[in-house]
């Protein structure tokens, strides 16, 4: 059958049309990220806690907030590369960096966090003042900090935080915790001790007015100004960035350390392609060629190739697969290559018979007869007639392995390097996001993998009738 | 063919499973160097357990010494340590098979014992009982339903099996369990999370049962939902199939009732595949099986599996695999005579 009229066939069946624009949306998707995203994104970020350090813990998605009647507090991060504001000084300058936010949540941000990158400075070591000012028009210094000084023999310019960025949590600081119990009983009038700020945390006071005993959420507009000062006209400051955390974050929420599921839902589109769409084509490729060779030459290869089938075909897989990826240590490639040692066998039993049939039919004899290569009649003749039906195996080859690997790395022998969404349901699993019902961990990543394997499913159902023209006629 | 032939061809199918698994096992295990490293810690574990019996009797160090370095030569010898691991295949593979496997790394028994064994048989009745339930649930469901759909082909409720038979291809079991724990436990806290006894458990024999039977209804829901569909779609095209022959028409005709026809006719004729199509789904059933267990923490071999890659304990790993392929092949054997019960041809 000529290639185009699979392709036509396959788009007359609903299932086939579905099954198409499905497949088409997970290339588009993988696409996506692998032109954005760094190859080592498992190991760099992934696997990294200090890059979600900023993240809030086992955050709920944005729009969950729809379903409640209390508005929760949305993550924000803030980034600031140029000052708002220079102001002149006699022997110095001053940049003033200031983060706007309308605040309208019920309830305090989970922490503020404030980090800076690239120092550059000459004479004197800049000085750091963050102010906190809120829409009553209160404020409050609640941080300062100075950029520590040239160390012996270190020559100007002096380089700091290009490396590593300074990163301070706010609201666990010791000096900002005294500075909003001043604040507390001084603009606000409420007398509270440093150790129950300590323990409660100072969001709950930042955000909110004392109003009849107890603290009210104060909605509106809050401001925190970031002054630098300078002492050299060549000082300069990199890139600033404040952290209002949320609980609620992103489309699909956050995991327990605080990674952002829906980068590690999407790394998983091009993985699980690539898992299925790998091992289904190396399987037939073996399994046909296999299939090919026992059915066509028979004798003893024929015999040698059917027991030894017979045999790996029923082998229950997935102890054996738990047991080589066990000891072989988590690879992918590794899982690849046994699920392609484990499953060719089922394709060359029935390749094998369907040689035998077409092998005595009377136009492959007429070749034979014209003189035609061996290699020629199966390449030619005998192959071309088998073809859908082996598109269509192939097909049905890779949701398995999809769910395969997806099974090994729930039992936690996935390939750590490569973040796959077997991997984030482990992850849920074993941190017991199941019994505190942190869905939003637990579902999409699974409906993921039940959608990829389901596409695989429909394409092959909307090919039947190409391949099994009996059913074409019943239809 | 007579009975016994077909049965020595089938099982030496199954007896080649076997062996292969086994010769995968321990060639994998030689080939890392995991065997030397499982038996070196057989040798030092008995070398301690001497050593403190020795103490009693032997009072000079110098001489305990000796006769203790004496006795982990022979052990070394016994162990085959002191050849190369191909040379040892013979020994590994009697080792295996006998699940002379020394101790887990921290697993131990109910009773307190760490032989790698013991662990193993104690957990095997619980993966018994869960996967026979479920498969015989998932069988009596499965029959039921497709024989009716078979009857009405096309209509609704046909498509919809048809459908979600397609689409239970593509539906993990372990995600399945997770999701019935999310809203069966945690949401609706109607049933256990996991486990098989509660805590405490009741102290009567009836109340142990009905605890066990408590804790193990969703583990079986599961293990019933991920293989219903298909099972309910193959003894439908089975049923159908067969009700197309002509001597199904030809009963008809006869004016038989249709509920002999059906019952004397189409599925007596069709019960061989229906049985054929059970034994395929098999390896199917034990791998759900190893995974819903350790989402129900079902103390079976499965949940023994997970644990046993948590703890890196590879004896328990090793075992496991060995005993699953038993298992498989034993039932596999047993569904084969099952099949030549039922198909008259092979018997006759």
Same mark, same amino acid.
Request: proline share 5%; glycine share 8%.
């Given at each position: 059958?000529?290639?185009?009229?699979?392709?036509?066939?396959?788009?007359?069946?609903?299932?086939?049309?579905?099954?198409?624009?499905?497949?088409?949306?997970?290339?588009?998707?993988?696409?996506?990220?692998?032109?954005?995203?760094?190859?080592?994104?498992?190991?760099?970020?992934?696997?990294?806690?200090?890059?979600?350090?900023?993240?809030?813990?086992?955050?709920?998605?944005?729009?969950?907030?729809?379903?409640?009647?209390?508005?929760?507090?949305?993550?924000?991060?803030?980034?600031?590369?140029?000052?708002?504001?220079?102001?002149?000084?006699?022997?110095?300058?001053?940049?003033?960096?200031?983060?706007?936010?309308?605040?309208?949540?019920?309830?305090?941000?989970?922490?503020?966090?404030?980090?800076?990158?690239?120092?550059?400075?000459?004479?004197?070591?800049?000085?750091?003042?963050?102010?906190?000012?809120?829409?009553?028009?209160?404020?409050?210094?609640?941080?300062?900090?100075?950029?520590?000084?040239?160390?012996?023999?270190?020559?100007?310019?002096?380089?700091?935080?290009?490396?590593?960025?300074?990163?301070?949590?706010?609201?666990?600081?010791?000096?900002?915790?005294?500075?909003?119990?001043?604040?507390?009983?001084?603009?606000?009038?409420?007398?509270?001790?440093?150790?129950?700020?300590?323990?409660?945390?100072?969001?709950?006071?930042?955000?909110?007015?004392?109003?009849?005993?107890?603290?009210?959420?104060?909605?509106?507009?809050?401001?925190?100004?970031?002054?630098?000062?300078?002492?050299?006209?060549?000082?300069?400051?990199?890139?600033?960035?404040?952290?209002?955390?949320?609980?609620?974050?992103?489309?699909?929420?956050?995991?327990?350390?605080?990674?952002?599921?829906?980068?590690?839902?999407?790394?998983?589109?091009?993985?699980?392609?690539?898992?299925?769409?790998?091992?289904?084509?190396?399987?037939?490729?073996?399994?046909?060629?296999?299939?090919?060779?026992?059915?066509?030459?028979?004798?003893?290869?024929?015999?040698?190739?059917?027991?030894?089938?017979?045999?790996?075909?029923?082998?229950?897989?997935?102890?054996?697969?738990?047991?080589?990826?066990?000891?072989?240590?988590?690879?992918?490639?590794?899982?690849?290559?046994?699920?392609?040692?484990?499953?060719?066998?089922?394709?060359?039993?029935?390749?094998?018979?369907?040689?035998?049939?077409?092998?005595?039919?009377?136009?492959?004899?007429?070749?034979?007869?014209?003189?035609?290569?061996?290699?020629?009649?199966?390449?030619?003749?005998?192959?071309?007639?088998?073809?859908?039906?082996?598109?269509?195996?192939?097909?049905?080859?890779?949701?398995?392995?999809?769910?395969?690997?997806?099974?090994?790395?729930?039992?936690?022998?996935?390939?750590?390097?490569?973040?796959?969404?077997?991997?984030?349901?482990?992850?849920?699993?074993?941190?017991?996001?199941?019994?505190?019902?942190?869905?939003?961990?637990?579902?999409?990543?699974?409906?993921?993998?039940?959608?990829?394997?389901?596409?695989?499913?429909?394409?092959?159902?909307?090919?039947?009738?190409?391949?099994?023209?009996?059913?074409?006629?019943?239809? | 063919?007579?009975?016994?032939?077909?049965?020595?061809?089938?099982?030496?199918?199954?007896?080649?499973?076997?062996?292969?698994?086994?010769?995968?096992?321990?060639?994998?295990?030689?080939?890392?160097?995991?065997?030397?490293?499982?038996?070196?810690?057989?040798?030092?574990?008995?070398?301690?357990?001497?050593?403190?019996?020795?103490?009693?009797?032997?009072?000079?160090?110098?001489?305990?010494?000796?006769?203790?370095?004496?006795?982990?030569?022979?052990?070394?010898?016994?162990?085959?340590?002191?050849?190369?691991?191909?040379? &040892? #295949? @013979?020994?590994? /593979? *009697?080792? %295996?098979? +006998?699940?002379?496997?020394?101790? =887990?790394?921290?697993?131990?028994? !109910? $009773?307190?014992?760490?032989?790698?064994?013991?662990?193993?048989?104690? &957990? #095997? @009745?619980?993966? /018994? *009982?869960? %996967?026979? +339930?479920?498969?015989?649930?998932? =069988?009596?469901?499965?029959?039921? !339903? $497709?024989?009716?759909?078979?009857?009405?082909?096309?209509?609704?409720?046909?498509?919809?099996?048809?459908?979600?038979?397609?689409?239970?291809?593509?539906?993990?079991?372990?995600?399945?369990?997770?999701?019935?724990?999310?809203?069966?436990?945690?949401?609706?806290?109607?049933?256990?999370?996991?486990?098989?006894?509660?805590?405490?458990?009741?102290?009567?024999?009836?109340?142990?049962?009905?605890?066990?039977?408590?804790?193990?209804?969703?583990?079986?829901?599961?293990?019933?939902?991920?293989?219903?569909?298909?099972?309910?779609?193959?003894?439908?095209?089975?049923?159908?199939?067969?009700?197309?022959?002509?001597?199904?028409?030809?009963?008809?005709?006869?004016?038989?009732?249709?509920?002999?026809?059906?019952?004397?006719?189409?599925?007596?004729?069709?019960?061989?595949?229906?049985?054929?199509?059970?034994?395929?789904?098999?390896?199917?059933?034990?791998?759900?099986?190893?995974?819903?267990?350790?989402?129900?923490?079902?103390?079976?071999?499965?949940?023994?599996?997970?644990?046993?890659?948590?703890?890196?304990?590879?004896?328990?790993?090793?075992?496991?695999?060995?005993?699953?392929?038993?298992?498989?092949?034993?039932?596999?054997?047993?569904?084969?005579?099952?099949?030549?019960?039922?198909?008259?041809?092979?018997?006759?």
């Amino acid at each position: 059958m000529l290639r185009r009229s699979v392709v036509k066939e396959l788009l007359k069946t609903g299932s086939g049309r579905v099954g198409s624009i499905f497949f088409l949306v997970l290339i588009g998707i993988s696409i996506y990220v692998v032109a954005t995203y760094p190859l080592d994104f498992g190991v760099r970020s992934w696997r990294n806690p200090a890059v979600w350090a900023d993240y809030p813990k086992a955050a709920p998605p944005v729009w969950t907030n729809l379903l409640s009647n209390l508005r929760s507090a949305e993550h924000q991060v803030l980034d600031k590369s140029q000052p708002t504001q220079i102001l002149m000084g006699e022997t110095s300058r001053t940049n003033v960096y200031e983060f706007r936010t309308n605040f309208l949540s019920d309830e305090p941000p989970t922490l503020i966090s404030f980090t800076l990158a690239g120092v550059t400075f000459y004479e004197r070591s800049p000085l750091l003042n963050i102010r906190f000012i809120r829409p009553d028009q209160n404020q409050l210094l609640l941080y300062s900090f100075v950029v520590p000084g040239p160390t012996a023999g270190e020559q100007a310019p002096i380089k700091r935080y290009y490396e590593t960025p300074l990163r301070v949590a706010l609201s666990n600081e010791r000096s900002a915790i005294s500075a909003v119990a001043d604040f507390s009983r001084s603009s606000l009038g409420v007398d509270v001790d440093t150790a129950q700020l300590t323990r409660e945390g100072i969001l709950k006071i930042l955000f909110s007015s004392p109003e009849a005993g107890h603290f009210r959420i104060l909605k509106g507009v809050y401001a925190v100004q970031v002054a630098v000062e300078l002492y050299d006209s060549r000082d300069s400051v990199g890139s600033l960035r404040l952290v209002l955390g949320g609980s609620t974050f992103g489309v699909l929420g956050t995991d327990s350390i605080g990674r952002d599921l829906a980068v590690g839902i999407l790394f998983g589109f091009p993985v699980a392609l690539f898992i299925g769409l790998v091992t289904s084509t190396l399987t037939t490729l073996v399994g046909a060629f296999a299939g090919i060779v026992s059915g066509y030459f028979g004798g003893k290869t024929d015999t040698l190739i059917q027991r030894v089938s017979d045999i790996l075909n029923n082998i229950p897989l997935l102890p054996i697969l738990i047991f080589l990826a066990f000891i072989f240590g988590q690879n992918l490639f590794v899982i690849i290559f046994v699920l392609i040692a484990f499953s060719w066998p089922g394709l060359t039993v029935i390749m094998r018979s369907m040689v035998l049939q077409i092998k005595s039919e009377q136009f492959v004899e007429a070749a034979r007869v014209l003189g035609a290569s061996r290699m020629k009649i199966v390449v030619q003749h005998i192959f071309p007639q088998t073809a859908p039906y082996v598109l269509a195996q192939m097909i049905f080859l890779a949701p398995a392995a999809i769910l395969a690997e997806a099974a090994l790395s729930f039992l936690g022998l996935g390939d750590p390097s490569i973040p796959t969404w077997g991997q984030i349901l482990e992850s849920g699993f074993r941190s017991g996001a199941v019994y505190v019902g942190f869905w939003w961990w637990i579902i999409p990543p699974g409906l993921l993998i039940i959608f990829t394997a389901m596409t695989f499913v429909l394409i092959a159902l909307g090919l039947e009738p190409a391949v099994n023209p009996r059913l074409r006629r019943l239809r | 063919m007579g009975v016994a032939r077909v049965l020595t061809v089938r099982g030496a199918t199954l007896f080649g499973v076997l062996v292969a698994v086994l010769l995968i096992l321990v060639v994998t295990l030689g080939a890392t160097g995991v065997s030397d490293r499982l038996l070196n810690a057989q040798v030092s574990e008995t070398l301690r357990e001497q050593r403190q019996s020795l103490a009693q009797t032997i009072r000079d160090p110098d001489q305990l010494e000796k006769v203790l370095e004496s006795k982990k030569q022979e052990l070394l010898q016994f162990y085959g340590l002191d050849r190369p691991w191909y040379q &040892r #295949l @013979p020994d590994a /593979i *009697i080792r %295996v098979f +006998t699940l002379d496997l020394g101790s =887990a790394r921290t697993l131990r028994t !109910v $009773g307190g014992s760490s032989k790698v064994s013991e662990l193993i048989f104690e &957990r #095997l @009745p619980n993966t /018994i *009982i869960l %996967v026979t +339930t479920a498969l015989a649930i998932t =069988a009596i469901i499965g029959l039921w !339903v $497709g024989v009716r759909l078979a009857v009405k082909v096309g209509s609704r409720l046909d498509r919809a099996v048809s459908y979600l038979s397609a689409a239970s291809n593509a539906l993990p079991s372990w995600w399945t369990g997770i999701i019935f724990i999310l809203i069966f436990s945690v949401q609706l806290h109607l049933l256990p999370i996991g486990g098989i006894f509660s805590a405490p458990s009741p102290s009567d024999i009836f109340g142990k049962v009905l605890d066990v039977v408590w804790h193990a209804i969703l583990p079986i829901l599961t293990l019933v939902a991920i293989s219903v569909g298909g099972w309910t779609y193959s003894v439908r095209t089975m049923v159908l199939n067969t009700a197309q022959e002509e001597f199904v028409t030809a009963a008809r005709a006869k004016g038989l009732p249709e509920s002999i026809v059906m019952r004397r006719h189409i599925l007596r004729v069709a019960a061989p595949p229906i049985a054929t199509s059970l034994i395929l789904g098999l390896a199917g059933s034990l791998g759900g099986a190893i995974l819903t267990e350790t989402v129900f923490n079902w103390p079976g071999m499965g949940r023994l599996f997970y644990e046993g890659i948590l703890s890196f304990d590879e004896a328990v790993v090793v075992g496991l695999t060995f005993m699953f392929t038993v298992i498989y092949v034993v039932a596999r054997f047993l569904l084969e005579v099952l099949y030549i019960v039922l198909d008259p041809r092979v018997r006759y």
